[in-house]
């Protein structure tokens, strides 16, 4: 069974910063894109980032451009998104999600792991 | 940059059929998929290359994609479909998702 695990989600002061981890499971992970999603208290989903089988290509949404960071560890089918200079506007739920490339859609998904950035 | 235009809600009464648009320039050139999201859950995948259902979808799900608009039709609705709808492109290098279209099964 696909599984995708988030994990460091909590609560940040504006300005700081919080790394969140995806763990992979029931698949390759080192054969498919992956991706971070996020969705912010009673909001759509908002495409953060993605990330290329090797890590030697990488998306972001504008907004979160040169403050968060994706990458992956294909050895641990692991899954990263640091993020710095948090603002109050990052606060959602992140999921992660695997990407099945250009064009193509996002599946499975998992659970979220809720960011809360606030004084 | 390229918009995504879905209604904010759409109602539809017990076993009769819901559609749920999706509005884009030229959408039918691109790839539309759609995901079903019910309160404090993932979201799941319905539909995929605008008329593909993954396994465990049922049947009553299908889609549809043409011109500026793309359509995801649910037949007989149940109680169970009451959810929020995203629907998805590619553009740019980017992910897009639709605002979300709420449906209501009255």
């Known amino acids: 069974e696909v599984q995708l695990v988030e994990s460091g989600g909590g609560l940040v002061q504006p300005g700081g910063s919080l790394r969140l981890s995806c763990a992979a499971s029931?698949?390759?992970?080192?054969?498919?894109?992956m991706s971070w999603v996020r969705q912010a208290p009673g909001k759509g989903l908002e495409w953060v980032a993605n990330i290329k089988q090797d890590g030697s290509e990488k998306y972001y949404v504008d907004s979160v451009k040169g403050r968060f960071t994706i990458s992956r560890d294909n050895a641990k089918s692991s899954l990263n998104l640091q993020m710095n200079s948090l603002r109050a506007e990052d606060t959602a739920v992140y999921y992660c999600?695997?990407?099945?490339?250009?064009?193509?859609?996002?599946?499975?998904w998992g659970q979220g792991t809720l960011v809360t950035v606030s004084s | 940059s390229y918009e995504l235009t879905q209604p904010l809600s759409v109602s539809v009464a017990l076993g009769q059929t819901a559609r749920i648009t999706c509005g884009g320039n030229?959408?039918?050139?691109?790839?539309v998929h759609w995901y079903q999201q019910k309160p404090g859950q993932a979201p799941v995948l319905v539909i995929y290359r605008d008329t593909n259902r993954p396994s465990g979808i049922p049947e009553r799900f299908s889609g549809s994609n043409s011109g500026n608009t793309a359509t995801l039709t649910i037949s007989r609705a149940q109680a169970g479909d009451e959810a929020d709808y995203y629907c998805?492109?590619?553009?740019?290098?980017?992910?897009?998702f639709g605002g979300g279209t709420k449906l209501t099964v009255l």
């Open positions: 029931g698949f390759t992970f080192s054969s498919d894109w």
């Open positions: 030229n959408i039918g050139s691109k790839n």
């Open positions: 999600a695997r990407d099945l490339g250009w064009g193509e859609w996002l599946d499975p």
């Open positions: 998805q492109v590619w553009d740019s290098s980017t992910v897009l």
